[in-house]
């Protein structure tokens, strides 16, 4: 495969911006080589800047279930940018977006717009901490919530993907403030819970693990995670930035029924512009300024044409029948790459929840962070690379979700499928 461009281009990049790369894990670090430069994108294909077409698996890490360059999301994109990029000021865009947010999550009575993911859970968790007037948090082993000092402590994703267990520069202050267990586990949760329990403002959780692989809860766990916030009257906190509108339209949340405090969402809702958003019941987020003391702000918070973006893809995903059709078709993934995997009797523990799926080379179950760490990362990044030969793009790290979009055809998984079973041979 040419890769003459893309190899130049990240040179260039190299000399101006750290690491060549805007985000850690787009350098393909934990999988070696060098990152490929994209120059179009159009439905399920990538193209590189040396010609190669692949088909995408990484759907610029979630926000594009319906596909790249969307005909109707392009459009709304183009007639809102005519009006005018940027007002600082309220549009009844954002007030639609906001409406359709609730109107889907039921936790949801109002929701505030930001830039990012990471905004949207550093202020939910700034306004659990003044709401329960207690500092402390509790997150899982394995799970990002972006890169908000507070949340770095053994995070996943970029950080699990680059064996930093604490990235430098954050207080020891901070990171004591921020305590961790095992995902899905109880007994540990349990623990730290009797011993804590009164001085945890928030309980942060992915509701299906993206971060370490995909890792779905345990049917205990989310119900158990909602009964005992009550019981210690802390906050629960479902970041729903990757599910959100990806496993339902209704979030993970309403896939589990079960009614976190406040979720955090991104991605998916700004159609492939930057946003974020936080929400929840009403008496917490009257606290945040102006309505209440809880100051957090942005200049490009609830951008018309990012807002634009997200309606028209929430409008689409609103369709009948589209998370059918991502059923289906996830469903057609995840049983031929298992199958291919048994073909070439490789041990192959595989993970789905509608159209976010894992697969870990390893024998034994994954169902949290040390049993993930446990997988054969090394024939990880064969797979990776073998499958990027055959013309599909894979997340390049262990660490991350395998999804599926509107626009992966039949035949696009059959590619898939044959691919993976000629790789896996090999390996
Ligand atoms: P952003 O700040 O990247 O918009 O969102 C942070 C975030 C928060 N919560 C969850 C559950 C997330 O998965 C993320 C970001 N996800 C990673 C990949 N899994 C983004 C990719 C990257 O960092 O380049």
Known sequence: MRTTNSRAYFKSAQSAIPGGVNSPVRAFRSVGGDPLFIKKAKGALLEDVDGNTFIDYVLSWGP??????HPSVLNAI???????TSYGAP??????????????????????????GTEAVMSAIRLARAYTKRDSILKFDGCYHGHADHLLVKAGSGIATLGIPDTPG??????????TAPFNDITATEKLIHKHGKDLAAIIVEPVAGNMGVVPPTDE????????TKK???LLIFDEVITGFRVHFGGAQTRYKVTPDLTCLGKIIGGGLPIGAYGGRKDIMQMIAPSGPVYQAGTLAGNPVAVAAGLETLRQLKKPGVYNNLERKSKMVAEGLGEAARHANIPYYQTRVGSMLGGFFTGAPVTNFA??????TDRYAKFFHGMLQQGVYLAPSQFEAMLVSTCHSNSHIGHTVSAARKVLKIL
């Not at 594009?64 to 360059?69: C, D, R």
């Not at 865009?93 to 999550?105: F, R, S």
């Not at 049993?371 to 054969?376: I, P």
Request: glycine residues 4%; aromatic residues 6%; positive net charge.
């Open 221 to 228: 766990f989310l119900p158990w995670l909602r009964m005992i």
């Open 371 to 376: 049993s993930a760490k446990k997988a054969n």
């Open 78 to 84: 183009i007639k809102a940018a005519k009006q005018g």
């Open 232 to 234: 210690y009257e802390i």
């Open 64 to 69: 594009m279930i319906l596909g790249h360059a």
């Open 170 to 179: 954050v207080p020891k202050a901070f990171a004591r403030q921020t305590m």
């Open 91 to 116: 549009c009844q865009a954002e007030t639609e977006l906001a409406k359709l947010i609730i109107q889907a999550l039921p936790s949801i009575d109002q929701v505030r717009l930001v830039n990012s």
